[in-house]
DNA sequence: GTTGAGCGTT
C-alpha cells in the first residue's frame, strides 16, 4: 500500500530526506515510489499541495532509510526523465520544521530552538503560510507571464519602431481581422472576468481575496436568474440589449 | 485544460 503523505511525518530522525524538484504536476508519490525504490528502502514519500486548488507544487520528499541508498538514488534518478520531465533529485537542505539538515539527515534538532536558518515557527501558521504560498506563486505563475508579456510588448515596439514597418504589425493586425471580425475581444481574460472591474492600476499585482471567492464576482449572471422564480408577475419582458435604456424605441438598427 | 523557481504534511 502506499499511503504516502497522507498520513503525518513517521520518524525523520532515522531517514534521510531526497528533495525531488521539476517533477510534473501530476506526478503523484505512487509514481514516483517505484523508481526510488528500486534504489532503495524509501521510508516515506510526500508531495507538498496547495491547500487552495490541491494540486501538487512541482516537487516532492523522498526519505530513504539509509544514506547510501539515497546517495545512490540521487545519482541515478537525478536528471530521470519522468512523465516527459526531467526531475532533479538532490539532498534536502531544510527539515519540515526548518531544521538544518546534513545530506538529508537532521544534524540539528529544532525543539526548543527557536529561529531557526529560516526563523520559522510552527505557531504561525496560517498567515505565513498563506503569505508564502502567495509569495512563491506570484514569481512563478503571475509575474513570470506578466514579465514574459510586457517584454513582448516592448520587444514588439522595438521592432515597430526599429523596422518602420515591415511585417509585424500589420500583419497581426490583418490577421485578428481576417480571423473574425465581431468576435473581437482585447483580451480573453476579461470578457470573462469582469470588464466593469478591471483596475487601470498595473503596478497592483493582483488582489488575494479574489481567488478566495471566485463566485462572487460574478454574481449578476446567475442570480438574477434564480432568484426571480415568476418573472411575469414581477418583472416585464426583459430585454438584454436594452436592460440599462429606460426608453424603449421602436428602431432597432 | 494552464504554470516551472524551489525545501514538507496527518
Same mark, same amino acid.
Given at each position: 500500500m502506499s499511503h504516502f503523505g497522507r498520513t503525518g511525518p513517521p520518524d525523520i530522525s532515522d531517514t534521510y530526506s531526497l528533495l525531488v524538484l521539476n517533477i510534473t504536476f501530476r506526478t503523484t508519490a505512487d509514481d514516483l515510489f517505484p523508481l526510488f525504490d528500486k534504489y532503495g528502502n524509501v521510508v516515506d514519500i510526500f508531495i507538498p499541495r496547495d491547500r487552495r486548488t490541491g494540486e501538487s507544487r512541482g516537487f516532492a520528499f523522498v526519505r530513504y532509510k539509509y544514506a547510501d541508498e539515497a546517495q545512490k538514488a540521487v545519482d541515478r534518478l537525478d536528471g530521470r526523465v519522468v512523465d516527459g520531465r526531467e526531475m532533479a533529485v538532490q539532498f534536502a537542505k531544510y527539515g519540515p520544521n526548518a531544521e538544518r539538515i546534513h545530506q538529508g539527515r537532521i544534524i540539528e534538532k529544532v525543539s526548543g530552538v527557536k529561529g531557526s536558518s529560516r526563523s520559522r515557527s510552527p505557531r504561525r501558521y496560517r498567515d505565513d503560510y498563506h503569505r508564502d504560498r502567495e509569495y512563491r506563486r506570484s514569481r512563478s505563475r503571475s509575474v513570470d507571464r506578466y514579465e514574459r508579456d510586457r517584454y513582448r510588448r516592448r520587444e514588439r515596439d522595438s521592432s515597430y519602431r526599429s523596422r518602420s514597418r515591415s511585417i509585424s504589425p500589420d500583419y497581426d493586425r490583418d490577421r485578428c481581422r481576417g480571423r473574425d471580425k465581431k468576435h473581437q475581444r482585447r483580451s480573453p481574460s476579461y470578457d470573462s472576468a469582469s470588464p466593469a472591474r478591471r483596475? #487601470?492600476? #498595473?503596478?497592483?499585482?493582483?488582489? #488575494?481575496?479574489r481567488s478566495l471567492s471566485p463566485k462572487k464576482g460574478t454574481p449578476d449572471r446567475h442570480i438574477p436568474n434564480e432568484r426571480s422564480p415568476s418573472p411575469r408577475s414581477r418583472s416585464p419582458p426583459v430585454r438584454a440589449m436594452d436592460s440599462r435604456s429606460p426608453s424603449p424605441r421602436a428602431d432597432e438598427e
Open positions: 483596475s #487601470p492600476s #498595473p503596478h497592483k499585482i493582483e488582489s #488575494p481575496r
